[in-house]
């Protein structure tokens, strides 16, 4: 059964830092992409960082690279996404998803990620 749990979030003052947690189903883990994407109301889906399960190959957007970092702790199968230097404009819903994809990047950027996580809020106040 593919199921992606996720933990974390909350509200946080510019400038600090949060962890988002997915835990990932085993029937999901192997060889499957893991992304973490965020949504603000009236806006699109966006893309936030990517990695390959079991692997230290990653992506990032722009407007995040060098503040949030994803990585993965294989045992446990979590997928994390530390969000460092947080700025108001990161608050969002943020989404962790996975999938069998040949490029997770680029499917994180065509959103095609079939599986996905419950979602959890970033509040980030100035």
């Known amino acids: 059964q593919v ?3 996720q933990s974390g979030g909350g509200s946080v003052q510019t400038g600090g830092s949060l962890r988002l947690s997915c835990a990932v189903s085993p ?7 893991i992304g973490w994407f965020r949504q ?4 699109e889906r966006e893309a936030v960082a990517t990695i390959y399960s079991g692997t230290d190959i990653t992506h990032y957007a722009g407007a995040v690279e ?3 970092t994803i990585s993965q702790d294989i045992a446990s199968k979590t ?3 530390q969000m460092n230097a ?3 404009e990161d608050t969002a819903m943020y989404y962790c998803a996975a999938g069998l994809l040949r490029d997770c990047w680029l499917g994180a950027e ?3 990620f079939p599986y996905w996580g419950q979602g959890t ?3 980030v106040t100035s």
């Open 79 to 81: 997928v994390y996404l």
């Open 86 to 88: 947080l700025k108001p």
């Open 27 to 33: 029937s999901t883990w192997n060889g499957n992409c």
């Open 3 to 5: 199921q992606l749990v």
């Open 40 to 43: 603000v109301p009236g806006r």
């Open 110 to 112: 065509m959103d095609t």
């Open 121 to 123: 809020q970033v509040n």
């Open 66 to 68: 060098g503040r949030f």
